[in-house]
């Protein structure tokens, strides 16, 4: 079946750091990728998006880039700020899974993001 | 105008008594879902309707019932409550059922404590 996996959290940077959170996946078709973001108190929502190989989602100076020789997603921003604080979630779509993942987005288990001043 | 609503926001109750969270969009989508989000902050589907039909119910207790009544509306009823079911209920809606290139649009979500 679909999996996906992410680097286990929290993450804790100060302002202005680098920033890298691993995702890799497994499916059993040529799924789209995706990065949702949380915000204390509020639901997910859309960060990027990438649907076919070597493929690069980017939004608010966030990127990812779709590997299919990795199975990899990971997300990464130059210089992350204090409103980045949220958790991240890596997802996938997996349209060519015989309609088993008809209707289904597989979430990873979300990393913690936390950033100080 | 909130796109996906839900009520109520927080949601505590007593271990076997039954309960229901409401959810509501005004996107013209065709497709609602619940997920159900742990202590851990792992997210995983319950059950998905798209024009008021069932297509994805995950192996979940037939404890929890949901009625769409109409496709701008997806209600999730529990019945006889347990500790374990505390969590936080998310409601999401897609303009289609193929999430290829879709995306999901969530309500802010209810928690539920069982007590």
Redesign the interface.
């Known amino acids: 079946g679909n999996s996906v996996t992410q680097m286990e959290g929290p993450v804790t940077l100060s302002e202005e750091a680098f920033l890298t959170i691993n995702c890799t996946y497994t499916a059993t078709g040529y799924p789209s990728l995706f990065w949702y973001v949380q915000y204390p108190g509020e639901g997910l929502q859309l960060l990027l998006k990438a649907t076919k190989a070597d493929d690069k989602g980017s939004n608010k100076g966030f990127e990812a880039t779709y590997r299919k020789e990795t199975t990899s997603f990971h997300l990464e921003k130059g210089s992350v700020q204090v409103s980045d604080s949220a958790v991240y979630f890596c997802a996938l779509s997996d349209p060519d899974a015989g309609g088993t993942s008809y209707g289904k987005l597989t979430f990873g288990q979300g990393t913690i993001l936390t950033v100080h001043p | 105008d909130t796109a996906?609503s839900q009520t109520p926001k927080y949601l505590v109750t007593q271990m076997g008594n039954d309960k229901s969270i409401k959810c509501e969009q005004n996107l013209g989508h065709d497709?609602m879902?619940w997920y159900k989000q742990d202590s851990?902050?792992?997210?995983?589907?319950m059950f998905?309707y798209?024009n008021k039909e069932l297509?994805?119910n995950e192996t979940v207790p037939n404890r929890f019932s949901p009625k769409s009544p109409d496709k701008a509306h997806l209600n999730l009823h529990i019945n006889s409550l347990e500790l374990g079911d505390s969590a936080v209920y998310?409601c999401?809606s897609s303009q289609l059922?193929?999430?290829?290139?879709?995306?999901?649009?969530?309500?802010?979500?209810t928690q539920l404590s069982v007590l």
């Not at chain 2, 851990?40 to 589907?45: D, G, H, S, T, Y």
């Open positions: 996906v497709t879902y851990k902050k792992f997210l995983k589907i998905s798209n297509i994805i998310f999401a059922a193929w999430l290829g290139n879709e995306k999901l649009f969530f309500g802010s979500g």
